[in-house]
């Protein structure tokens, strides 16, 4: 009895702890994510001669893990949950530097890297903990006026980002760079300092498209002036034309069948065309409540 007692104290004190609008936000996603990838991945895993539920299966134990030590760091302390996330960082760093050197390369990147039967994108994992620590450098200021929070943020992004270039990933360079700007900005730097970045990081989009083929081939493909590597785009565009206001119904969507990759990047279409535009607003409203 007291046992019992003891566990509904501790999960009436973690609930009443817990962002619950983001939580209950997060769950909504997690089983529409399930729901998707159980509708797009059978014709991917027929293709390949794979079990029709192989990605259900592989998504299934991604959101159990992932689950698990969410509920494990909310129940942490803000301290301990920074230290993990700081030695975290360093060990998905120490993985990402790995990839240089033991990586695979698919479709033209080198992004991951096997841990036993296991296979990871180190920058994947890495995101949250660098989150966390740039959040912890750039707010040291307000408890030492000296530490040079900026300076350090700054030199782990830029860290980070050349190491990133080299697989190449440059959306991945984006994302980083807009957590560090954006936790910048809701620190209170100085707004010169943020539109002087702002202005930078503009330029440099602009000169990677103009000098780089890997960035000029990704933004021609998204515009649909890419040739044959803007086919999933083209197809896609016309998955959503489709499905029109209400969509096709679930398990309708004919064009995942030529999309290839419509169960993981290109998953958003399969969603329209099946569900309609008012669902996808809804999808896009819930993600932009948790950013």
Same mark, same amino acid.
């Given at each position: 009895?007291?046992?019992?007692?003891?566990?509904?104290?501790?999960?009436?004190?973690?609930?009443?702890?817990?962002?619950?609008?983001?939580?209950?936000?997060?769950?909504?996603?997690?089983?529409?994510?399930?729901?998707?990838?159980?509708?797009?991945?059978?014709?991917?895993?027929?293709?390949?001669?794979?079990?029709?539920?192989? &990605?259900?299966? @592989? *998504?299934?134990?991604?959101?159990? #893990?992932?689950?698990? =030590?969410? %509920? +494990? /760091?909310?129940?942490?302390? !803000?301290?301990?949950?920074?230290?993990?996330?700081?030695?975290?960082?360093?060990?998905?760093?120490a993985?990402?530097?790995?990839?240089?050197?033991?990586?695979?390369?698919?479709?033209?990147?080198?992004?991951?890297?096997?841990?036993?039967p296991?296979?990871?994108?180190?920058?994947?994992?890495?995101?949250?903990?660098?989150?966390?620590?740039?959040?912890?450098?750039?707010?040291r200021?307000?408890?030492?006026?000296?530490?040079?929070?900026?300076?350090?943020?700054?030199?782990?992004?830029?860290?980070?980002?050349? &190491?990133?270039? @080299? *697989?190449?990933?440059?959306?991945? #360079?984006?994302?980083? =760079?807009? %957590? +560090? /700007?954006?936790?910048?900005? !809701?620190?209170?730097?100085?707004?010169?300092?943020?539109?002087?970045?702002?202005i930078?990081?503009?330029?440099?989009?602009?000169?990677?498209?103009?000098?780089?083929?890997?960035?000029?081939?990704?933004?021609?493909?998204?515009?649909?002036?890419?040739?044959?590597?803007?086919?999933?785009?083209?197809?896609?565009?016309?998955?959503i034309?489709?499905?029109?206001?209400?969509?096709?119904?679930?398990?309708?969507?004919?064009?995942?069948?030529?999309?290839?990759?419509?169960?993981?990047?290109?998953?958003?279409?399969?969603?329209?065309?099946?569900?309609?535009?008012?669902?996808?607003?809804?999808?896009?409203g819930?993600f932009? /409540?948790?950013?």
């Amino acid at each position: 009895m007291k046992l019992q007692k003891a566990r509904r104290k501790i999960q009436t004190t973690w609930w009443s702890t817990i962002d619950k609008p983001l939580f209950v936000s997060y769950t909504i996603l997690i089983i529409i994510g399930i729901a998707l990838v159980m509708a797009a991945s059978p014709i991917v895993a027929k293709r390949i001669n794979v079990s029709s539920f192989h &990605f259900v299966y @592989r *998504q299934l134990a991604y959101i159990i #893990v992932g689950f698990c =030590v969410m %509920i +494990w /760091f909310s129940t942490l302390q !803000v301290a301990t949950a920074r230290r993990i996330a700081v030695l975290g960082f360093f060990a998905c760093f120490a993985l990402l530097v790995g990839v240089e050197f033991f990586g695979y390369e698919t479709k033209g990147s080198q992004r991951w890297v096997y841990l036993g039967p296991v296979s990871i994108q180190p920058t994947e994992v890495l995101k949250p903990f660098f989150a966390v620590l740039i959040a912890w450098l750039l707010t040291r200021k307000y408890r030492d006026e000296n530490f040079p929070g900026f300076t350090l943020s700054f030199i782990v992004c830029a860290l980070i980002c050349v &190491f990133i270039v @080299r *697989q190449p990933d440059f959306s991945m #360079v984006v994302n980083m =760079v807009a %957590i +560090w /700007f954006t936790q910048m900005m !809701v620190v209170g730097f100085s707004m010169v300092i943020v539109i002087v970045i702002a202005i930078l990081g503009i330029l440099g989009m602009v000169a990677g498209y103009f000098f780089l083929d890997v960035v000029k081939n990704r933004v021609d493909s998204f515009i649909g002036n890419g040739g044959s590597d803007s086919y999933q785009t083209v197809k896609s565009i016309e998955a959503i034309k489709n499905g029109g206001i209400l969509g096709q119904g679930p398990g309708q969507g004919k064009y995942k069948e030529f999309i290839p990759d419509c169960h993981t990047d290109f998953i958003f279409p399969v969603a329209v065309e099946e569900l309609g535009l008012i669902f996808a607003l809804i999808l896009i409203g819930i993600f932009a /409540f948790i950013t």
